[in-house]
């Protein structure tokens, strides 16, 4: 299947600092690209979509100017958790898909912990 | 609005048994996908499967087999003589023409030995 980087797959951070997670599509154009949060022992939940060259669109209680998604590009889009605080650390992950209805393809995951 | 249950949270059992671990959605839509991602310890998330609403064919891969009815609103997963690599949090998930994946939440295989 196709490959979705993402990068870091872990990061320890100080509270109050910034933290940039990047998800790349590596042999395919992803025109949507899906960010996830899970806690311990818990499900996915999505936290936002982007759309390559359009703002992201952020479901119901996720904090947009906490979370800044950036898709640039159809293979790049990046998660920055801005002022991280410990409340914060999960597992984010996101998702690549090449088209409408197609397979999405799940990056390996960046599991976060704020101190 | 769409919703996915998977009513086991965790189960046990010993190596080579059958196990099956159930998936149950709700949605409106007429077109919809549905998966199964095998997420193991590592935390990323593996693709077993992806079923269109208009393909009720059951589907054997290897140990694995999928049973859709869509008069039940169902799509459960089975392995067959199950192994301890099989150990992981399994989710099933739905999709529709929005394209964004609604989770069930994860049934937790442990295979012992």
């Given at each position: 299947g196709a490959v979705v980087s993402q990068h870091p797959s872990r990061v320890i951070c100080k509270s109050g600092t910034s933290v940039k997670i990047e998800c790349r599509s590596l042999d395919f154009q992803a025109t949507t690209m899906f960010?996830?949060?899970?806690?311990?022992?818990?499900?996915?939940?999505?936290?936002?979509?982007?759309?390559?060259?359009s703002k992201a669109t952020y479901e119901q209680g996720v904090e947009k100017d906490k979370f800044?998604?950036?898709?640039?590009?159809?293979?790049?889009?990046?998660?920055?958790?801005?002022?991280?605080?410990?409340?914060?650390?999960?597992?984010?992950?996101?998702?690549?898909?090449?088209?409408?209805?197609?397979?999405?393809?799940?990056?390996?995951?960046?599991?976060l912990t704020v101190v | 609005a769409q919703k996915v249950t998977q009513a086991q949270t965790e189960i046990s059992v010993v190596e080579k048994e059958d196990v099956t671990l159930d998936c149950?959605?709700?949605?409106?839509?007429?077109?919809?996908?549905?998966?199964?991602?095998?997420?193991?310890?590592?935390?990323?998330?593996?693709?077993?499967?992806?079923?269109?609403?208009?393909?009720?064919?059951?589907?054997?891969?290897?140990?694995?087999s999928w049973n859709f009815q869509k008069s039940t609103s169902s799509f459960n997963f089975t392995i067959t003589a199950s192994q301890v690599v099989d150990s992981a949090v399994y989710f099933c998930a739905l999709n529709n023409a929005g394209n964004m994946l609604t989770f069930g939440g994860g049934t937790r295989l442990m295979v012992k030995p």
């Open positions: 960010w996830y949060r899970q806690f311990p022992k818990q499900s996915l939940m999505l936290m936002a979509t982007s759309n390559e060259g800044l998604i950036n898709h640039a590009s159809l293979t790049l889009s990046t998660l920055t958790v801005t002022s991280a605080h410990p409340e914060d650390s999960s597992f984010y992950i996101c998702s690549a898909q090449g088209g409408r209805n197609t397979e999405a393809f799940f990056g390996q995951g960046t599991r | 149950v959605y709700e949605t409106r839509d007429t077109t919809y996908y549905l998966f199964w991602y095998k997420q193991p310890p590592s935390g990323e998330l593996v693709f077993l499967i992806r079923r269109n609403s208009f393909d009720e064919q059951n589907e054997i891969s290897g140990r694995y």
